[in-house]
């Protein structure tokens, strides 16, 4: 049999509440769009490219917003010591090479992130504030405030990206 990724009931974007949950929500709509986005397809289905020559799929996207969502959430607003999840000094796309990759390993990783993202947050106050290292040296601070906008912005931004690779790969269009 092959392995197809599974259905979802996703989230509706919420309409009215308190900042925080609207910042939550909004972030688990997305967060079920993508997936959404790849519901139903076989591994070979998520890991083809959108257009030569970019590695872009579906599967590189689920391994990117893992990554995302560890870097931001985990990383620097939280400051846990967890390694990175792709070798980026050996190749800055790591992220995006998944002609090996295990879809169905990928989509865990990708829901166990969230879990530990959505943990490193909890009870944590928006306004709270982290140093980030630039590239360039230089420091800037962010609260928690500004990763949720930020994620929200990643996703849609790349769930974007995931409606044309659908709609290339089986003719599926909508949100």
């Known amino acids: 049999m092959t392995w197809k990724a599974p259905e979802i009931d996703r989230r509706h974007e919420p309409h009215l509440g308190a900042e925080r949950a609207l910042l939550t929500d909004w972030l688990n709509y997305h967060r079920d769009t ?3 986005k790849c519901a139903g397809l076989t591994a070979d289905q998520l890991r083809t490219a959108s257009v030569a020559p970019s590695p872009l799929s579906l599967l590189g996207l689920i391994r990117h917003l893992t990554y ?14 967890v390694p990175d999840l792709y070798d980026f000094a050996a190749d800055p796309d790591a992220e995006f090479r998944v002609e090996t990759a295990d879809p169905e390993a990928d989509f865990a990783a990708f829901r166990a992130e969230i879990e530990a993202a959505d943990d490193a947050a909890a009870g944590r106050d928006l306004d709270e504030e982290f140093t980030l290292r630039r590239r360039d040296g230089s420091d800037e601070r962010l609260s928690l405030r500004w990763v949720y906008l930020h994620m929200i912005e990643e996703y849609a931004r790349h769930n974007g990206h995931a409606d044309l690779i659908r709609e290339r790969l089986d003719g599926v269009t909508g949100d």
């Open 34 to 36: 993508l997936l959404h």
């Open 68 to 81: 995302v969502e560890r870097a931001w959430f985990r990383q620097r607003f939280a400051g846990q010591d």
